[in-house]
């Protein structure tokens, strides 16, 4: 996190109250850090009446998200969330059936545990896209043919997905479960769908501040400085 990140997150997450000479400080009420909930296919983070509201339109197969979810994530939630005046939400923009499969698994159980879920298959995702490059026609004609669980579930065979959620303490029944959740899949792709035509999404990482797409924005450092101004 940059020095002005941590001058921020002091200075809208406490209150300074002089008197006799010294300074008080008098932290938020409460610290909505680990709050986190399920939002019309989307996962909020913070205080849901926060007065800027933030929205993350991201990929699992763009690995500029994957760049951003290792920097601009951490510091949003630390800098930004923890007194609530701001909230983020994380919303998908699916570009592609292995884009759906990664969001599947994401949203898999309960909402509280999907920060972990997100940031796990983010994290790897240079080992599995390279996994994804190399498949063979045997593997990918598995990805093409049959229900569409069972394409999803070669696919994340296939891409080392079951070992990274297995990690998480999930078990391969469970997995298997919501990899055929079609009407989560349905839901999630329609979501995807009605987002990009409300705000005219072109790509991920995009930015939505307060029902406002941000022009040109698609970086932490980019949005650092659009949040700034709002305060």
Request: glycine share 8%; proline share 3%; net charge neutral.
């Amino acid at each position: 996190m940059t020095r002005r990140s941590l001058s921020m997150a002091l200075a809208l997450g406490a209150i300074a109250l002089t008197g006799g000479g010294a300074a008080v400080v008098a932290q938020s009420a409460q610290n909505w850090t680990t709050a986190v909930v399920d939002k019309d296919n989307g996962h909020l983070f913070g205080n849901p009446e926060a007065e800027v509201k933030l929205v993350e339109f991201m990929s699992y197969t763009c690995s500029h998200c994957a760049d951003f979810a290792r920097n601009g994530d951490q510091a949003i939630k630390l800098a930004y969330v923890p007194n609530g005046r701001v909230s983020l939400e994380i919303r998908h923009l699916l570009r592609d059936p292995i884009d759906l499969t990664a969001a599947l698994l994401t949203h898999c159980g309960d909402p509280a545990k999907f920060p972990e879920n997100h940031s796990a298959i983010l994290y790897a995702q240079d080992e599995w896209l390279a996994k994804a490059r190399s498949t063979t026609q045997a593997q990918r004609s598995r990805w093409q043919f049959g229900t569409n669980g069972a394409r999803r579930q070669a696919m994340a065979s296939d891409l080392g997905f079951y070992t990274i959620m297995e990690r998480r303490g999930y078990s391969r029944v469970a997995l298997d479960r919501c990899l055929a959740d079609e009407t989560k899949a349905t839901a999630l792709a329609e979501s995807s769908q009605a987002d990009v035509s409300i705000y005219n999404l072109q790509g991920t990482p995009s930015f939505v501040v307060d029902g406002e797409l941000l022009q040109g924005v698609f970086t932490w450092p980019a949005l650092e400085k659009a949040l700034g101004s709002r305060f």
